[in-house]
């Protein structure tokens, strides 16, 4: 009988370990996830201002008589740094989509309902 309960309380303790290395490594993860949508949020701003600083320049480019600003050095530049600001953005938001699909695999573990009980 003694061998029967410690068999049954090693179990439930691996069950018990299982589930709380699951919960930090989830935790961790939503951690992750906060961070990532600050880097976003901060990611935005600077977009939103690489596109005033590329309107600015149009405007200017046509205030200076140019037939075509886009294809003024000016124009290209900025243009070229509003796409890589969302460029970026769009990388966070693909490691926020792994990070999840890593969440939700590890939420469907196969681990044993009941714990102690048989």
Same mark, same amino acid.
């Given at each position: ?7 049954? @309380?090693?179990? +439930?303790?691996?069950? @018990?370990?299982? *589930? ?8 961790? !993860?939503?951690? #992750? $996830?906060?961070? !990532? *949508?600050?880097?976003? %949020?901060?990611?935005? /701003? /600077?977009? !939103?201002? @690489? ?10 480019? $046509?205030?200076? +008589?140019?037939?075509?600003?886009? $294809? ?12 890589? #600001? @969302? ?5 966070? *938001? /693909?490691?926020?989509?792994?990070? !999840? ?5 590890? %939420? ?6 009941? =714990?102690?009980? =048989?």
């Amino acid at each position: 009988m003694s061998s029967d309960f410690q068999e049954k @309380a090693l179990k +439930g303790l691996k069950t @018990a370990w299982g *589930y709380t290395k699951i919960f930090t490594l989830n935790s961790w !993860r939503r951690v #992750l $996830l906060l961070g !990532r *949508y600050t880097l976003i %949020c901060w990611q935005a /701003q /600077q977009l !939103r201002r @690489a596109r005033r600083f590329l309107g600015t320049q149009v405007l200017k480019a $046509l205030e200076r +008589g140019e037939v075509n600003p886009m $294809l003024t050095a000016e124009v290209k530049d900025a243009l070229k740094k509003a796409r890589d #600001l @969302a460029e970026v953005k769009e990388r966070h *938001y /693909q490691a926020i989509a792994a990070l !999840r699909e890593k969440i939700r695999t590890a %939420c469907s573990c196969e681990f044993p309902s009941k =714990g102690i009980e =048989g």
